[in-house]
């Protein structure tokens, strides 16, 4: 059934009518998911492709997941990922009676984990920030938890890959 949808969009394509051969693509898509030719892993990914963004054709989809994960970030950051106060630098040093040379060492405490007022509109605003810092690569440069940290690496990777499902979607829809 793969075959038959592939030669109907690729007629479409050939006959510049992209809209129709977006719907075959679907189908093709969709025949290929519910297929048993492939593996597992190749079902999967096939399976999360169709549910994040209908096979790169359902920007709305890619949209909506987005934001979930943005907001998922935000209150994971304001829960567990940002410390409770931020860290103040230190600094120890002697002074010698001569006035010779000086020599400092600067040392940051840990983060700590908040314990109370976890939500409120100033770490909703630092968490905010970081969020949206993580969907174009940046990092927040923000003293972050232990836990902080690797709920910034996971939103680093995800977001992006959800706004340019979304990028894909929006071009194929232009383009149509």
């Not at 410390?83 to 103040?88: L, R, T, V």
């Amino acid at each position: 059934m793969t075959a038959i949808y592939r030669q109907l969009r690729k007629a479409r394509e050939d006959a510049k009518d992209e809209p129709g051969a977006a719907d075959f693509y679907y189908g093709e898509m969709e025949m290929r998911r519910h297929g048993q030719k492939w593996n597992e892993a190749e079902r999967w990914l096939l399976q999360l492709y169709w549910l994040l963004s209908g096979y790169g054709l359902r920007a709305s989809r890619a949209l909506g997941w987005l934001t979930f994960a943005m907001m998922a970030t935000i209150i994971l950051m304001m829960g567990i990922g940002l410390p409770q106060d931020s860290p103040k630098q230190q600094v120890t040093g002697t002074v010698p009676p001569s006035g010779g040379k000086v020599t400092f060492e600067i040392d940051k405490d840990d983060p700590k984990n908040a314990t109370h007022d976890r939500f409120t509109v100033k770490r909703f605003d630092k968490a905010l920030t970081v969020t949206l810092n993580s969907v174009v690569f940046r990092s927040s440069d923000q003293d972050l938890t232990t836990a902080g940290g690797y709920i910034e690496m996971a939103s680093r990777f995800s977001e992006p890959v959800l706004l340019g499902l979304a990028a894909l979607a929006i071009r194929g829809r232009v383009k149509r």
